[in-house]
């Protein structure tokens, strides 16, 4: 079994934080080599509204 909806998304949510645009192969990759069958799932995820509310930075 690949990786679970929970780590997918929180793998979204950390690329989500990084300076720069992704692309979603890139949230598939990151749990697993075998990624190509986890597409449809990241995208459903990465589609769906957020379950958990991201942390807010401390202002600098």
């Known amino acids: 079994m690949g990786p679970s909806d929970e780590a997918i998304a929180d793998t979204l ?3 989500t934080d990084a300076p720069r645009s992704f692309c979603p192969h890139e949230a598939a990759r990151a749990p697993s080599s ?3 069958p986890l597409m449809p799932r990241v995208r459903a995820l990465a589609a ?3 379950t958990a509310t991201k942390r ?3 202002p600098p």
């Open 13 to 15: 949510l950390r690329l």
């Open 34 to 36: 075998d990624w190509p």
């Open 48 to 50: 769906a509204p957020p």
């Open 56 to 58: 807010r930075r401390s």
